[in-house]
């Protein structure tokens, strides 16, 4: 059954204009979500990540701006509408999870008040039944004595707590799209994995899907359906997220992979396959493929042009000249 | 590395630039703060070479007459003697450049000695805390709490008023406020790792201080010190005006104005000349300081 | 085992913050942090300390070089006890133990140019002439993969992964025998913490170095550690050798810990430990074994009595009032 399509991105293209030159951020992004699915953005620092979300929710400011691209969502074009549709469309159909709840949640009101803000904002409901849904809400992302904890403000709450905090107000509009930017990766361990757990079962329930971005790439082998690897600004490997582990094309993708100590190898107090080189600095790009510098299969041509994001294997789009492990896709 | 050369090994930049030649960039982009530093430097330039810009006149010799006027008193510009004469016969425009020396000096100089005294009682009252700390910031306090200009007052009606004497009685009030932003500074900076990594060396706290602390304190102190030599150059400004700072013969621009009083409408000009002079000054002394303010935002560290 | 040399040893140490409240800013609490813990590494080995925020790892690491002062407890040096020592008895001691600290940004000085921040050690210490050590801080830049070329630039020009290999020169260039290594590569990205881990380990090789590594990262710690010891709260829980810990977590923490780490890989369903609540606060731990309110074999006895950290048998030690000599576990859902 063909699920349907949620949101499309289009070559998004969002620019810095700063006093030490042009950072091109996002520069040509393009995926595609469907309705339930759980998309992992994954990348390191620089590559456009956050910054694509912040995009989607029309929230970059100065001296960034987008300038080219498409973010079609529902049928209609994000970029077209007016602040104050925007407004309509933020926190009810698509809400937003921070990698630090403090700046989501304002210190000097409750939780309580602030969930039911949200909800009050976007749905036409008295305050006794915003009230009795956010305390809903508090016991179904998994806060306990949650009639008690609507009366305690942020600072009151451990990390965790906060986060679920957060995830409920995001959640309590019904939203069809929850973007997750680095919202674990400031907890620890322990929690990170309820929180991840909370995440699965919250989406489960409400089938809404889930742009999930974070560095980590096991946080991505864990919740996303498919995966979109980032470099730079530019979207350099997506697919499935079995084929981006088990068969990644992208020499970036499959490098990074190699070299991720794993809790399973022999091969401990070994030198790791590291990929040589460093992340671009945004004011001084390469010539060509972004990634030809830290490359072990670059050539002549990777240092001249850009190539193009093109399906190697069915439904594996890869931006390279030299896609690695092209066999037959596992199925 | 992989075709290193290109990236240059992930520099920012194809040439080194220190904190100091960034900082002097963004200035570069203040354009009220430029004119106000090239203003500053044409009104230095003049002070320094106050000498030759006379034109053979100095500020100390009683004129025996001019042409165009029928007492040397008084007299209106005219050749040779730009600004006039003032009420004792003397040229007034080497009077005023002369004089631009003395508020000048006494501006720097007093500025200057409140930054490094400033600097002194923050870095150890910062780094050290407890009681040292304490003892300090009440000292501080209680320094601050001292109506100032009475005290100036006060200060130099007692102590005879000669140039140095003025600036020492200025420089007294002028750390406190550099003493409390040092000691801001490192308060927090006491808390970054590099710091920590200074003492895990085994530095002594004498080389912390000096080496890593005062250096990351300088932008505020700088800010502070450039703002509050236009406070300077008018606190001299008022005393000599009233009669206290410096004392004739020696020409300042405070003095020249005390002089000029008597004289408002029947010599405007001896009055303008000085006033104007403090006044661009001082503005322009404000006008680059908040330049450098906005250029050594904290965004510069990366 | 029994033939290698203790480099450090580690004993019943404590290291309590004050909470200073009221209007004369006495200490109205204590944080916890280091809450009597007791180790000890032998020369030449990677020994980790894992553990999340509030355990208490990093608080041990300086501690034991002297950059908080001890509560109480002892750090053995050496065969020499410095708990006592002072800021000038510390100083010689400091070339040979040094600290390489997680933060690439905040860990130098933005002033001064590279080239002096790794002369800075040996221009304390008195070591050279100038020239001597212009030379020494170039091969010291060309060991950690850095260009020499760059000496004089400053560390904003540089990015994350050079700036610790910054970080590592200096702490490298006295030629030190033991170095804590704090979290050297959480805040580095991906890409880069391979390079720098690689660099760690060469230089354990080439330099003879023991390193305390403390990370919350499970997966690098297997990699670079010889031994491991997990902590919470301010509690060693289990020391154990690497490949016995991963393979044998005996401790219900260490247990949960493994199983809440995300795998690479699409293909592995975990059964996961899923810990309920949250971490206590240190300022104000659970009694008797701290790890008792999330624990889910916890019986009235763990409140009461805090387990001590025992001998199992092999180098393998575990605090739990439910893990016996020989490694018998007896624990049970209640």
Known sequence: MEKEVLLEVKDLKTYFYTEDGVVRAVDGVSFTMHKGEVLGLVGESGCGKSVTSLSIMRLVDAPGKIVGGQIIFKGEDLLKKSEEEMRKIRGSEIAMIFQEPMTALNPVYTIGDQIMEAILTHQDVSEEEAKKKTIELLDLVGIPDPEKRFDEYPHEMSGGMRQRAMIAMAISCNPDLLISDEATTALDVTIQAQILELMKDLQRKIGMA?????????????????????YTGRIVEYSDVRSVFKNSHHPYTYGLLQSIP?????????????????????????????????????????????????EVTPNHLVRCFHPVNVKEEVS | MANEDYVEGGMNTSESYSYWRKVFQRLKKHKIAMVSLWVLVVIILMAVFAKPLSFGNNPYSYIKSVPWASRPELAPPGPGHPLGLDSMGRDAWSRLLYGGRVSLAVGFICSIVGAVVGLFFGLISGYFGGITDMLIMRFTDFMLSLPVLPLMIVLSAVIKGSLWTIIFIISIFSWMGVARLVRGEVLSLKEQEFTEAARAIGETPGRIMWIHLLPNSLAPVIVASTLAISGNIIYEATLSFLGLGIRQPTPSWGNMLNGAQTFMLTAPWLMWWPGLAIFVTTLAFNFLGDGLRDALDPRLYR | MSDKKIILEVKNLKKYFPVLGGVFSRPVAWVKAVDDVSFHIYEGETFSLVGESGSGKTTTGKTILKLHEPTAGHIIFEGTDISDYNASQMRPLRRDMQIIFQDPYGSLNPRLPVGEIIREPLVVHKIGTKKEQEERVIEIMKLVGLRPEYLHRYPHEFSGGQRQRIGIARAVVLNPKFIVADEPVSALDASIQAQVLNLLLELQQKLALTYLFIAHNLAVVRHVSDRVGVMYLGHLMEVADTKELFDRPLHPYTQALLSAIPIPDPDVKKERIILQGDIPSPINPPSGCPFRTRCMYAKPICAEKTPPLIDIGDGHYVACHFVEKGGKTTYSKS
């Open chain 1, 210 to 230: 889930i742009l999930f971005i974070t560095h980590d790439l096991a946080l991505v082998a864990e919740m996303a359906d498919s995966v979109a690897v980032t």
């Open chain 1, 262 to 310: 794993s809790l399973l190898s022999e091969k401990t107090k070994e030198p790791l396959p590291a990929i040589e080189g460093m992340v671009p600095s945004p004011y001084r790009m390469p010539k060509g493929c972004h990634f030809n510098p830290r490359c072990p299969f670059a050539t002549d041509i990777c240092r001249k042009e850009m190539p193009e994001l093109k």
